[in-house]
């Protein structure tokens, strides 16, 4: 790199300031000619945070190599690593076997969730850490073929609301940060806040938690305390990312600064907290609850775009539709025969044109033999989304 110079320490070089890209993890910065170590090192993430420096007077900062993106050009991609490099794993197992391994991946990330929480409530010692193995099967779900894990996520169930609610947030997240091309550090820690972001919920009365019905004013602030039970819990976990930290910290702020805990505003809330924000709010809305039926993906797509631009960003909520689908796998649809089904394949398809799997027929009252419809080979079409509530049936075993 040209006029870079190389650090005692092997991994950390100097640069200009003219040549910091995103991406970059800074450790210190030279003012008035004077190395300043930084309290809190991390990866640039937004071009803003360049000019600030810039206008800082800041001519050199010490950038660590290993620590950095792979995007931001300091070293090569390694190609061998299958989780940088999808590509180099092809999909090679049955759709059921996929199915039978998502339920698998499901029920071990319930149970090292509980166990987290139990441990977090008990006061001892934790360590992100040990969901490592969850959250590398979890993004290579993404990276590959995610429709079986998604499907497999679809299946609700009301007593389990927090941990399911928590692996989907995390599952969502990882989807849409490759959605948007981030780095596959990013995905882990995005994945890392999201099964954590409800953590301070262990400290909330049970009778408010779990009320059957909506909440008083007074049960309202209470329920908020949650966030600053969350800093404190934040404060004593090991292995967090400032990431990790926002998005768990942050997805009840608002644009407009009317959120909490801390009333952040318009740029103070970074995009991770941002797609938190975003995810937390879906999420709830298409999960049915002991005092409320799930509503379908389409139907909680308006309700997003309602709560734009105050408190949602109004470009990324465009974004989460395209990454999601206006008819995700594992959503319910009528057809226009009125047969209902599961949207069962979508990876690579127009959205509009799935594989779903027909179970049902509306027109006649009754099961149907289940058949797969591949929309991009007859002359059907998805009528509408539908939520399992508006049918007299229950879909679940057909997942």
Known sequence: MNNSEIDDVSNVIIIPIDQLTIGMFITAIDRDQSKIEIRNPGQLKYQDAILTLKKSNVLRVWVDIKRSSNHCGLKPRDKSNSLSNPLARKPTTTRASQQIQAKKLLAEAKSLIQKFLSDTYEGKDINVNQFDHIINNMIESVLTNEDAFQCVLALRTKDAYLLEHA???AFLLVTFGHHLKLDIDILRQLAIGGILHDIGKIRIDDHILHKPGKLTPEELEHMK???VFAIEIMEDTK?????????CLMHHEKIDGRGYPKGLKGDEIPVHGRMSCIIDIYDALTATRTYKEAMSPAASFKTLMSLTPFHLDQELVYEFIRCVGVYPVGSLVV???ERVGIVWEAKGR??????VKCFYSLKHKRYIDIKMVDLLKCDLNIERGISPSSLD????SFY
């Open 167 to 169: 692996i989907n947030v």
């Open 225 to 227: 305390l949650h966030q």
């Open 239 to 247: 292995g967090l990312s400032q990431i990790s930290k926002d998005v």
């Open 335 to 337: 057809l226009s025969d």
């Open 350 to 355: 127009n959205v509009l044109q799935p594989i």
């Open 393 to 396: 049936i229950d879909p679940s």
